[in-house]
């Protein structure tokens, strides 16, 4: 049963996750392009930031490597909504006819500068940006969007696999896959279900809090891979980061009773005069009901972002001292890798953290919603 709860659980969260992070990415963050020119300046310098930021941010491609002017990437679909009588209607093709963002296709092109920059947007006959004709409704399937396809799907995998193994292993150790997998389903509900909510009340929440502690900490581990499945940054999206701060959120608001509520507009021990005749106090905690929520997003998503940028931070420190020399590049490059080890080391516990946090946080929200009435 418990695994049931879990998977429609995570079916749920998927379809809302697929849709947000296609649509935000897609007309809110800039979707880089794996171009080398992005990473150098017109001189031919290398520039950390546009390198450091094609790799954190979405794309409608997943890049591979770069050999010279020849990129391996896998092509993505691009699925577009255009609004203008020119090409009104659905479109939809590969990534591949932009060329890495070089080209215009049937119509449309991927800015590359500009307030535009890394937007899908109409041309116009000439190939520059059709001013009157509105933005495109971009609901792709992005590298974010593939790389949480990827995660659910090993999640689901992991799941039902260790769910058919309790079945044929009634009354046994674990083994296996499942010996992993259940010290940290024990540790979610006996260290942070159980105290934040009560012995009484934490089952209902139980299914949420796996669904959500399995999801960010796997996402954050495949993040840490450089290669295909990994490297994808969608624990440090912040579409992704939102919409499961609103999950919280939602549960919580809808799990709420009288007593919840007599505490927010008519708080016990607050002084009259914080309450009448400016309700001070009723307004402040108000806004912490929002700022709870908005606390879990920018908290998941500025962490994961911050640790990929070091890491890549110390990548670029060898083509820094490289460019000024080339001992200087070799010597720096033996010290930067090391840093990048380390750092890769801490990020290991950073991503079990992030997870622990975030489900502490959501459980400990989930407690407070239900006020026992002798605290009135």
Known sequence: MLSKNII????????????????????????AAPDSAAAKSEEGKFKPGPFIMEHIQDAHEWHIAQFGHTHITIPLPVILISRSEKNKGLHI???????????????????????????????????????????????SITKNVLALFISVILILWIFISVANTYKKRVGKAPKGL???????????????AKPSIGEHRYEKYLPFLLSVFFFIFINNLLGLVPIFPGGANLTGNIAVTMTLALFTFFITTFSTNKGYWIHIVNAPGVPWWLKIPLPLMPVVELIGVITKPFVLMIRLFANITAGHIIVLGFFCLI????????????GFSVLSVSFTVFMGLLELLVAFIQAYVFTLLSALYFGMAQVEEHHH
């Open 319 to 330: 083509f820094i001292f490289g460019a000024m020399s080339i001992w200087a590049g070799y």
């Open 178 to 192: 499942q010996s992993w997998i259940e010290p940290l389903i024990i540790f979610v509900r006996d260290d942070i």
């Open 93 to 139: 093709f590969m990534s591949s006819k932009f060329h890495h963002g070089e080209s215009v296709y049937n119509g449309f092109k991927i800015e590359r500068e500009g307030k535009l920059k890394g937007k899908i947007v109409e041309v116009t006959s000439d190939g520059k940006v059709d001013e009157a004709a509105p933005l495109p409704i971009d609901i």
């Open 8 to 31: 429609a659980l995570i079916a749920g969260m998927i379809l809302f996750l697929v849709f947000h992070t296609s649509v935000y990415s897609g007309t809110e963050e800039e979707v």
